[in-house]
């Protein structure tokens, strides 16, 4: 057999890593360059798309189920059955693929890792490279960790103990500079997955598993169409059966939210569910009705819980429609990080987290997401009281739920207003996340909980949401360019007396301060931070 022809791919502005030619092989190169190929113009008009959608909503100020894909809602059909590695997805934990990661998740005691090349992971070459480079390893078991600080060292547990993997590529809107066609970037997502699904599709058939996928920041029905004709064609590519890949996809955008059975749909034969996001879901919601008048005015993100009016219409919605169509109905983020110093902290977040798990089992939905692995035994806990022996709960069809248009988007049935507090709140994240994402990191740790980019998506929206309203707070002050800046250089000066002179100046503080006042201020909303920042990005 003849070496594979070299890539049409260029590799650009990239300093070489170890071992990346594992990753970056001809062969898998050429699958990547046939993918965009074939699928980067389709990509490009669903993102043109997307635009005219927002002109829509701007102009209307309103959403409803669609018209024209009625038939599929009132039809009768399910997805395709569960394979037995995604039957049971009671606890799911979630984080990027850094090398110790990849082993604590793994080691986790959860049923399924979803392994993060997107908003967990800041989009460096080397995250992008050696990220995939470990699930490699992973799954070849030559992978293990030394802790440089501590000495510590991570190895994995026996085979049958290891959480499977659910991997989740970049979104659509997010392009990989440093692999391009003729000039052209290819986008992030058919990076992600091309590279994860060439090297890893037969291995982990051969392990009992699947190559298995979390979508994100899908819009529409399109969109998760376009994902199974790339599922069709990846693998015919490599020879493997159809309907062998399964996807399970994030509804964490309002205008998909409208569209979830038309979403398991066009996916259905190589769907596995559905989940409910909270973050992106709220930052969604302001993106799309940031001009809609004061009824659509969020309060503080901590206001806005999943008991809310509207976010439970949302999450109920979502359990019917996966349970009638046979789908799993997974639930949100316990991003609790356990403190190792207050103990009484841990006591009361804890009985927070049981609280929100017992609820999303009573509810129905199959599993759920924690984000640290002391928390998989209380997520564990809330599940196994309810599903027993079972491997999910599909077969609560939950008849008793109706949701009409309107109650989606009823954000004025909270009671909840913005606060000066919340102001700050989201100023001192979106600064800390920010600065840390400039960094390379995508998952951070701040004021004890984990945040990822869908927390400074929120935080940037809700100030400029709430500047562009003229919100007054509670103390009489009003929310206006001028205060967001004052608080942001408060912060900035908190921050260099808290770490010291030299730690501020080895960070990246002034460039995430300026950033997220761009974001926040400018009378053109940017719909998505990590484009700006992505140019900021090093490495």
């Not at 062969?27 to 008009?45: G, I, K, N």
């Not at 769907?271 to 940031?290: C, E, H, M, Q, T």
């Not at 000066?493 to 010291?500: F, K, N, Q, S």
């Not at 484009?531 to 900021?536: D, F, H, S, T, V």
Request: proline fraction near 5%; charged fraction near 25%.
């Amino acid at each position: 057999m003849s070496a594979p022809a070299p890539s049409p791919l260029a590799i650009v502005d990239a300093e070489p890593l170890p071992r990346q030619e594992e990753v970056l092989t001809d062969a898998a190169l050429a699958f990547v360059a046939e993918l965009h190929r074939l699928f980067t113009p389709r990509r490009d008009e669903l993102l043109a798309r997307r635009s005219e959608r927002r002109a829509e909503i701007a102009r209307t100020s309103t959403l409803d189920f669609l018209p024209d894909t009625a038939q599929v809602r009132e039809g009768d059909w399910k997805v395709a059955p569960a394979p037995a590695a995604l039957n049971d997805r009671r606890v799911e934990i979630t984080g990027p693929t850094d090398r110790k990661m990849t082993i604590n998740a793994l080691n986790s005691g959860a049923k399924v890792w979803l392994a993060d090349f997107e908003d967990a992971s800041a989009p460096t070459w080397e995250n992008v490279v050696l990220g995939q480079r470990n699930l490699i390893d992973a799954y070849e078991r030559r992978i293990d960790f030394t802790d440089p600080k501590s000495g510590k060292t991570y190895a994995l547990k026996p085979a049958e103990e290891l959480a499977t993997v659910v991997m989740r590529p970049r979104g659509w809107h997010l392009d990989e500079r440093h692999l391009q066609f003729d000039g052209r970037p290819v986008p992030g997502a058919l990076v992600d997955f091309g590279l994860y699904f060439f090297h890893n599709a037969k291995r982990l058939i051969e392990l009992g598993k699947g190559p298995y996928f979390y979508l994100p920041k899908t819009e529409s029905h399109l969109e998760a169409r376009l994902w199974n004709e790339i599922f069709v064609f990846a693998q015919d590519y490599v020879g493997i059966p159809q309907g062998t890949v399964r996807a399970t996809v994030l509804i964490e955008t309002i205008t998909a939210a409208y569209e979830m059975e038309e979403i398991l749909y066009e996916l259905r034969d190589h769907a596995a569910g559905l989940n409910a996001g909270r973050w992106d879901y709220l930052f969604s919601i302001v993106k799309n009705f940031r001009d809609g008048g004061a009824k659509f005015v969020l309060p503080d993100r901590n206001a806005v819980t999943m008991t809310a009016p509207f976010m439970r219409a949302y999450t109920e919605l979502l359990v019917r429609t996966c349970h009638k169509r046979g789908a799993h109905a997974i639930g949100g983020m316990a991003a609790f990080i356990p403190s190792r110093r207050d103990a009484e902290v841990n006591k009361v977040a804890f009985e927070k987290v049981k609280a929100d798990k017992d609820r999303e089992a009573a509810d129905g939905f199959d599993g759920s997401w924690v984000a640290h692995p002391d928390l998989v035994p209380i997520a564990m806990a809330s599940f196994d009281a309810v599903l027993g022996d079972r491997p999910n709960q599909k077969e609560r069809l939950r008849e008793d739920v109706s949701v009409a248009p309107g109650d989606l988007i009823a954000i004025d049935s909270l009671d909840a207003k913005p606060t000066y507090e919340g102001l700050r709140n989201a100023v001192q994240v979106g600064i800390r996340y920010i600065e840390a994402w400039l960094r390379g990191l995508g998952a951070v740790a701040i004021f004890n909980l984990m945040e990822d980019a869908a927390t400074a998506e929120i935080s940037r929206s809700q100030i400029w949401q709430w500047i562009n309203a003229g919100v007054v707070f509670e103390n009489g002050e009003k929310a206006t360019p001028e205060l967001a800046r004052k608080i942001a250089a408060e912060e900035l000066a908190a921050v260099r007396a808290e770490i010291g002179d030299e730690a501020f100046a080895a960070g990246r503080w002034q460039q995430a301060h300026d950033l997220l006042l761009t974001v926040s201020l400018d009378e053109d909303y940017a719909d998505f931070l990590t484009l700006p920042a992505y140019e900021q990005l090093r490495g």
